[in-house]
């Protein structure tokens, strides 16, 4: 006698499908007026199966950014060890961020949401602070300096605020994917972040002395 396991659904494919759910949603009919309820209708599920992945819909919008924020620690982690360190982050953020024109139109809608929703923007500050986390710590393990030293955080912060203005330059434009823009940005990062500058060590107070 033989038995066969059913198998259900990989638990990736639901979270995506109610994610481009709230998009269209969220896109037509705007935010606010969204419930959760027509997310999950608009995939055929229920809305308990909606909270079995997000836990709101601010959630649904961070989604895709907080994925990214796990593919670059994977990239980073999978860095060369012979690139300078700066070289690593680029190879890193590169790896996680190979979209197309044809990611255009859901980026937009992403970007012009957590532009202009006042509970979107709110929520901003903890997402972006994981994400320049990530290259702080990375950095920090490369240098041997604890993570909340000078040059892990400003490393950090720094590659965030540059990728954000690769995107800002790549949207209205599309002309190359993605990545062609963040190299470029992150090479000028590169070029002024030294292995020699950064693995100097910092003064004992805190206070650099002009």
Known sequence: MTSTTRRGRPRETDARRLELSALRLFATQGFEQTTVEQIAVGVGVSKRTFFRYF?????????????????????LA??????????????GVLAANRRSSMDLAELRVRITLLRAVPELMASATRHYEAWARVIADFVAQRTGQPADSLYPLAIGRATLAICRAAYDQWAPRADHDLATYLDLALRGLEAGFADSAITAPEPGSGVIEV
């Open 55 to 75: 836990d709101s819909k601010v959630a649904v919008l961070w989604h895709a950014f907080d994925t990214e924020i796990d593919a670059i620690r994977a990239g």
């Open 78 to 91: 999978e860095a060369p060890a012979e690139l300078p360190i700066i070289a690593a982050v680029r190879h």
